[in-house]
């Protein structure tokens, strides 16, 4: 086990976060009616002034190839210092973010210190479309996470943002203990 920075648990209102939705509108029933995951609904309906805040456009998650639109979710969300919220209603969700973080965490440094994405060819047009103006090169971003990798032989979850709070659901394990 590798020393970890502490994780600064002071709220911040003045950060942005990123929030895990499915899409609002996913098909449609035999009667005409449309139907879609609840958290694309409240994303779709939550203020301007807060969706402002959000580092994921909605189009991000109608990638259907999942380890494209994860990939896509951390190169999107690893360019930003001021993340300090992350909500997903499931906490699998964040822990396969975080595999795949440490799979790919030198293409992923790579990308953003050249501004693109290893996987542009497996995004859907339209979702490239809405995502392409965020995807600038950032040299000093991808060195600093370069210098935390070299400390702690990986991009620690705690130092990836600075002042990161991590929301998920708390659940009892089977053992009786807490996650």
């Not at 996913?26 to 939550?46: Q, R, Y």
Request: hydrophobic share 40%; aromatic share 6%.
């Amino acid at each position: 086990m590798h020393e970890q920075p502490p994780c600064t648990t002071k709220p911040s209102r003045s950060g942005s976060r990123r929030t895990r939705a499915f899409p609002a509108h996913e098909g449609v029933l035999p009667n005409g009616k449309s139907f879609g995951a609840a958290s694309g609904i409240v994303a779709d309906n939550t203020p301007a002034l807060i969706r402002d805040k959000f580092v994921l456009p909605p189009a991000v998650f109608t990638v259907s190839d999942s380890r494209v639109k994860y990939l896509l979710i951390l190169r999107l969300a690893l360019m930003r210092t001021d993340l300090t919220y992350v909500s997903t209603a499931n906490s699998t969700t964040l822990l396969a973010l975080m595999k795949l973080c440490r799979e790919h965490e030198s293409v992923l440094i790579a990308d953003l210190r050249d501004g693109g994405f290893f996987l542009r060819d497996q995004v859907p047009t339209e979702v490239w479309s809405v995502v392409s103006s965020r995807m600038h090169a950032s040299p000093e971003r991808a060195a600093e996470l370069e210098r935390l990798r070299a400390t702690y032989q990986a991009i620690p979850r705690e130092a990836a943002a600075k002042g990161l709070r991590f929301h998920q659901l708390r659940e009892k394990a089977r053992d009786g203990t807490r996650p």
